[in-house]
């Protein structure tokens, strides 16, 4: 119900209708208007001081006004003054997402990716905070990139993930340590191929972002093999979208058991972004749990499945190459999927250690790297 009108604006029931700058007419709600005052907002800690759960009564305008691309409020009751630039006002009008510089479009890539990924060298991010901006955006637009240069320490890979955020343990610890030493001798050692996966499904969250340091690698064969999970989904959604759809909506069980452990989670293999595009994937043979679906749905699930499985396989998207001494691979753990070929040597060092971060705190390094931020200046 239409109240009055002054100065142009509005006055409704709960709210109020200010013109923009634009021309366009745009409501603004008043419980809105009086929460995100800009007085809410120490300007120190930037953090929302104002409380509008210890406010008794539904705010409501004493006087308003517009002048100058300026919105004036007062509040009845505490008095309380409240001013808006139009221009800001603006950025809310129509109830869109706020705009996050790091939610870029991914870019999917197939087998031939490994001359053109993205590489760093490891002192030179150290030294330089717009060369870290590059790395992530490489991270959010491909999901992977080949650091060089690293240190042959500890350290080194500490000193790298902490420029993207705080190492973040799974529930096997901070670090891993996956090491073979091979003594020359007649006997081939073998090691199975590793199968397509990405890591510890059956945490809740699995960790975002995962580094793969190399410190040694003298043994031959034991291909890395990587591919980008959106390429395959992508290819998935358009040649069989109700295979597609099977594995973005159904929640399958994995986990990870052993005396002292049971650790579970239900995950979908495909991940849809908030635009719908497709995010990642999770999949792990290794920890899929016996599937408690309904059988029925089962006859339906389990082809869609395998099929996606087969195409992991294929050739049109796996990467192939040899990860070397002082190089660290680190991609997204939720969207890149890895494994190994088999290997056989007769001697040879190979050790490789990794961690994890979080792939939120990575936009939010990449956010505090590339812009303004609101509340600065
Ligand atoms: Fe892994």
Request: proline content about 5%; glycine content about 6%.
């Amino acid at each position: 119900m239409d109240i009055s009108l002054t100065h142009g604006v509005k006055l409704k029931e709960s709210g109020l209708d200010v013109p923009l700058l634009d021309g366009t007419t745009a409501y603004f709600n008043y419980y809105w208007l009086r929460d995100n005052c800009p007085t809410s907002f120490d300007s120190q800690t930037r953090e929302r001081t104002f409380d509008i759960f210890h406010e008794a009564e539904a705010p409501k305008t004493a006087q308003v006004g517009i002048a100058d691309g300026m919105l004036d409020i007062e509040w009845a009751g505490s008095g309380h003054k409240t001013r808006y630039s139009l221009a800001f006002l603006a950025q809310y009008a129509k109830g869109t997402p706020r705009h996050d510089p790091a939610d870029l479009p991914r870019r999917a890539w197939y087998s031939d990716h490994y001359p053109t990924i993205a590489r760093f060298s490891q002192p030179k991010l150290v030294e330089d905070k717009a060369l870290v901006a590059n790395w992530i955006e490489a991270m959010l637009v491909e999901g992977v990139a080949i650091v060089t240069d690293m240190p042959d320490s500890n350290e080194g890979l500490d000193a790298l993930a902490r420029l993207i955020g705080h190492i973040r343990p799974t529930f096997f610890g901070e670090y891993f340590d996956v090491r073979t030493h091979i003594k020359p001798t007649n006997l081939a050692y073998t090691a199975k191929a590793l199968e397509m996966h990405t890591d510890t499904p059956a945490e809740d969250v699995a960790p975002g972002v995962q580094f793969l340091h190399c410190r040694a690698n003298s043994v031959s064969g034991g291909a890395n093999l990587f591919l980008d999970g959106v390429a395959v989904a992508n290819d998935l959604k358009r040649d069989f979208p109700e295979d597609f759809a099977l594995l973005a909506e159904t929640e399958i069980p994995y986990y990870c058991e052993h005396d002292d452990y049971d650790m579970r989670s239900r995950q979908r293999v495909i991940e849809l972004d908030q635009h719908g595009n497709v995010s990642g994937v999770t999949i792990s043979q290794h920890m899929f749990d016996i599937s408690d679906l309904p059988q029925e749905f089962l006859d339906r699930y389990y082809p869609a499945f395998c099929r996606f499985g087969r195409m992991l396989q294929s050739d049109k998207y796996l990467m192939r190459f040899r990860l070397n001494a002082t190089e660290c691979i680190v991609f997204d753990n939720h969207r890149i999927v890895h494994g190994r070929s088999a290997y056989s040597a007769t001697e040879g060092d190979r050790y490789l250690r990794g961690c994890y971060t979080d792939r939120g705190e990575m936009r939010s390094t990449y956010r505090a790297l590339t812009t303004e931020g609101r509340f600065k200046g």
